[in-house]
């Protein structure tokens, strides 16, 4: 589950590097991609929750399927996770580093606290609220520093537009290597996905006489 935060990796790099050259901090291209990746990590996570039952009989066994409440309840944290890291790209990259350190301890403060309260009582589960509580506390306040230093509205930010849904289109039309490399000087102007990653073609044919 936690493994789907890299999705927002390769798109914070970039968003931060256009923000950070940018006098004015370029709010809406990081409200765009808070959207897209609502959209796109949204997606894979309900997808892994819809399907958890069948995957763990799969990879494990019914045996571990105890563990499947886990799983719904570490989601909607662990999105709020990848949604984070877009907020941390615009903050490093408007020199505001200190207060993605405040935003992660008290994330940690909280997780423990909710820790310390729930662990005795529900076990795991209670750890795994603990965890995505913590995300939460981490969410809010990078969200509201966003929204204060953007002077953006909520539906500015979250509200969904045609461009967000058609970064779909996009990626079913991309012909990605497996290995994809992050390409420094791709176009983020309307964050398409398909163009943060470098596409290596061969060679042409030279025709034999």
């Known amino acids: 589950m936690y493994k789907v935060t890299i999705i927002p990796e390769a798109l914070a790099s970039v968003i931060q ?7 004015n901090g370029r709010a809406q291209l990081v409200a765009h991609g808070l959207r897209v990746m609502l959209l796109v990590c949204g997606l894979v996570i309900v997808v892994l929750v819809v399907l958890a039952v069948p995957l763990v009989n799969i990879l494990y066994s019914s045996t571990f399927l105890q563990a499947v409440p886990i799983i719904y309840i570490l989601a909607p944290g662990v999105l709020l996770r990848c949604l984070s890291k877009i907020h941390i790209s615009y903050l490093r990259g ?9 935003a992660t301890l008290l994330g940690m403060a909280a997780n423990i606290l909710l820790l310390f309260t729930l662990l005795p009582v529900f076990g795991l589960l209670g750890a795994a609220v603990a965890f995505s509580g913590g995300y939460l506390v981490s969410f809010v306040l990078l969200e509201a520093v ?4 953007s002077k953006l509205r909520v ?3 979250w ?8 970064v779909f289109g996009r990626l079913a ?10 390409d420094a000087d791709a176009t983020a102007e309307t964050l398409d996905s398909t163009k943060c990653f470098r596409k290596y073609q061969r060679p042409p044919e030279v025709p034999v006489e």
């Open 159 to 166: 509200a969904p537009r045609r461009d967000d849904l058609a």
């Open 17 to 23: 590097q256009r923000v950070a050259s940018s006098p």
């Open 94 to 102: 408007t020199a505001k580093p200190g207060i993605t350190s405040v």
């Open 173 to 182: 039309r991309a012909r990605l290597t497996p290995s994809p490399v992050l």
């Open 155 to 157: 539906l500015n930010i």
């Open 146 to 149: 966003f929204r204060h230093s």
